[in-house]
């Protein structure tokens, strides 16, 4: 699932958000500066798998309690009457994932090209390959309710679907762990079933915990860099506010992006810049790497070759539905890269 580059870049950059960890980093023992940083970690490409590809819903078929309130970060106050027919759309999938976990799947009438797990599959798909929403395409399926977040472009497209009768809320945008619970409570809030809601933010914040305890403690503070490639022309280190920063911290890391003093959430460096950077372990996406050939192709790229994971092959990649996608799977994302990234 592959994206043209102007618009993704376009996306990403109005996309960003600050982020923070809503569990504690992961503590480092006294003179834990002292550990060497590479000390443990693998060496070689990895690719990190999660363990489930479909979701898990906490509940099957809840029956929601209707109507609701929910304040929308786009059009205020909005009341849902109906969750009959469902759509959810974002860029990172987050909202398809949270709606399917919570049990009403069943409701679902369309998706974005990012909610492709299994169970979401067969669904008509409303946004193009460039995540831009197609309001004729939502239109059709007869919708009772739609939710975006407030980054969903364009947004002429939004307005003329609420302007058609269709109830529409906006959920923020951010992407993060410390953003995570409310995010899951409001959508379950908005939809009339706060009660799998709250079971699956327990569900998701447990497998948060389990999967930090996946990280060495001390790490070490290995440098890590989240790199955002689409063709060896479109290479982008990611920064403050992308959500990569707060995988990272996750991982018992250090920002690269945060490290080079970058000040946007992806910013496209030099390979000088790269390689003063000179992470321990590279992130990527599976799509962007396979648009240079892989992860050799990956491990070859000018600045990324003379890294230390560049002579290492440290570099781990994950599918773009998932790694930076947050919601009820982000346990098991860092779980995987955990896993992924140390012996």
Do not use: W
Request: aromatic share 2%.
């Amino acid at each position: 699932m592959l994206r043209p580059l102007l618009v993704v870049v376009v996306l990403l950059l109005a996309g960003s958000s600050t982020t923070a960890c809503f569990v504690e980093p992961i503590e480092q023992t006294p003179g834990s500066e002292s550990v060497d940083p590479t000390a443990h970690l693998r060496n070689g490409p990895q690719t990190a798998e999660l363990p489930e590809r479909d979701v898990r819903p906490v509940a099957d078929d809840p029956t929601p309690s209707l109507p609701t309130t929910v304040n929308s970060v786009r059009y205020g106050e909005v009341t849902v009457r109906d969750t009959g027919r469902i759509i959810a759309v974002d860029i990172n999938g987050t909202l398809g994932s949270i709606v399917f976990s919570l049990g009403l799947g069943s409701r679902v009438v369309g998706r974005d090209t990012s909610t492709a797990f299994p169970a979401a599959a067969r669904l008509p798909v409303v946004t193009n390959r460039g995540h831009s929403l197609d309001a004729e395409a939502v239109l059709a399926l007869d919708p009772s309710v739609l939710l975006v977040d407030e980054n969903t472009v364009p947004a002429a497209a939004v307005d003329q679907i609420r302007d058609s009768g269709v109830t529409v809320v906006a959920f923020p945008g951010t992407r993060s762990l410390r953003s995570n619970d409310a995010l899951i409570r409001s959508v379950a809030g908005a939809l009339g079933v706060p009660r799998p809601g709250e079971q699956l933010v327990s569900r998701t914040d447990a497998e948060v915990a389990a999967a930090q305890r996946r990280v060495p403690s001390p790490s070490g503070d290995p440098t890590m860099a989240f790199v955002y490639i689409r063709g060896r022309n479109l290479i982008l280190l990611a920064g403050p506010g992308s959500g990569a920063d707060d995988l990272i911290t996750s991982l018992g890391g250090r920002d690269a992006g945060a490290e080079a003093d970058l000040t946007g959430a992806f910013t496209a460096i030099s390979a000088e810049a790269m390689i003063k950077a000179d992470p321990n372990v590279i992130m990527v996406m599976t799509q962007g790497a396979d648009t240079v050939g892989g992860l050799d192709g990956v491990l070859s790229l000018p600045g990324i070759a003379e890294t230390d994971a560049g002579r290492n092959g440290r570099v781990v990649q994950m599918d773009e539905t998932k790694i930076l996608a947050f919601g009820p799977d982000v346990g098991e994302v860092i779980g995987s890269l955990a896993g992924a990234i140390y012996t």
